[in-house]
């Protein structure tokens, strides 16, 4: 009795440590949460963009040059966005605010509305609003500007992320190697098949995400400017944006766009708008998104629609982008986990036993270039 009573207090003594530990770093992580979020959005752009390195490295370029290469690129696109999106909306208000005193005299030369302006003095606001108007495009200008170019709120955030995503491009080889020698031998090539198949399904899924978005704006650039309706490339950007949210970003872009049309020459153009929108989401859905929701993560729909509004719910938009590949990495982890718990046992030497019926050994996984496969042991 005495020796059950020393066993059981030293074990709720150790349960007690350790829960003052988890608690001690969970109070830590909250302190440095936006540290953290940091690290995690460059783990993110690391392995979403290791792919494209891979493919410039074999240019026979040295890997920091091809990291570097992918960021150039990057911030090109990034730039040539902004260039594109901000002057034709600086144009487009500028011609409006020299509209606006034709809109006045077409409101008092209309009887009805006469007399509503003389009641509540609408031409009169609209002329202050149109004079102010001018003044305050290089505010709007400069908030677009900041949207488009500046990719996090601060510069040194911007730094910060991509510093930390050049080094985990560059050294992600050995991180993954001290990572896998810290785990038992026979575990080894397990955990390395399973980080093989998160890196080609996120890879995968941020290749068919943007191919995706870049045909849904380029589609809409194309519509609209047959149709003459205003605003074609900022609305053609704004739609390429939305359909990154898997599922519901089309439909959000589709409506966005289609009040702009509502307000043009011709009243059919937002039928015209509205029957495209239905027959290119019945396209992407049923030929373009299963390239890249089956094939590069193979989820469920019902898995995807959770993913979607669990991560909207906890991160917003940012959430909404990266939930898909998150859920991805849990499913792979839970079915190598399903599998290696149903398919064998581990004998007395630690070795798992094949279940009944398979002896083939298990498979040696190299990861891509520039992960742990190239790194040294």
């Known amino acids: 009795m005495a020796g059950q009573a020393q066993i059981s207090t030293r074990t709720i ?27 995690c959005i460059a783990i993110f752009l690391s392995v979403a963009l290791g792919p494209a390195v891979d493919r410039i490295k074999r240019l026979k370029l040295p890997r920091a040059a091809s990291i570097l290469g992918v960021f150039l690129g990057m911030f090109l696109a990034i730039f040539l966005i902004g260039m594109i999106v901000v002057p034709p909306i600086v144009n487009e208000v500028e011609a409006f605010a020299g509209d606006v005193p034709s809109y006045i005299d077409d409101i008092r030369s209309n009887k009805t509305l ?39 709120s601060t510069v040194i955030q911007l730094v910060t992320v991509l510093t930390i995503t050049f080094f985990l491009l560059l050294d992600g080889g050995r991180i993954v190697n001290f990572i896998l020698a810290q785990v038992r031998p026979e575990h080894q090539d397990r955990l390395r098949q399973v980080a093989f198949d998160i890196y080609s399904a996120t890879g995968g899924y941020v290749a068919g995400a943007l191919a995706l978005a870049t045909a849904a704006g380029i589609g809409t650039y194309i519509i609209l400017s047959i149709l003459g309706v205003p605003f074609a490339v900022p609305l053609a950007v704004l739609m390429a944006f939305f359909d990154l949210i898997p599922l519901v970003g089309s439909t959000i872009g589709g409506v966005l766009v289609g009040v702009v049309t509502v307000f043009g020459d011709f009243p059919g153009d937002t039928i015209i708008w509205v029957i495209y929108v239905v027959a290119y989401q019945q396209v992407e859905n049923s030929v373009f998104q299963p390239f890249v929701y089956r094939r590069a993560v193979n989820l469920h729909p019902l898995a995807v629609i959770t993913a979607i509004l669990v991560g909207a719910k906890l991160l917003g938009v940012l959430g909404a982008l990266v939930a898909i590949p998150i859920a991805a990495a849990i499913q792979i982890a839970l079915k190598d986990l399903w599998h290696n718990r149903s398919s064998g046992v581990v004998g007395a030497s630690g070795q798992p036993i094949p279940a009944s019926g398979s002896d083939e050994p298990p498979r040696k996984v190299e990861l891509p270039p520039g992960t742990a496969a190239d790194a040294p042991g």
């Open 13 to 39: 003594v150790r349960v007690f440590f350790t829960l003052v530990v988890l608690v001690v770093l969970l109070y830590v992580l909250y302190l440095v949460r936006s540290v953290v979020g940091l690290v």
């Open 114 to 152: 006469r007399e509503y302006d003389d009641k509540y003095k609408i031409t009169k606001k609209l002329e202050e609003q149109a004079k102010n108007l001018p003044s305050k495009l290089g505010q709007a200008a400069g908030a677009l500007q900041a949207v488009t170019v500046g990719v996090f």
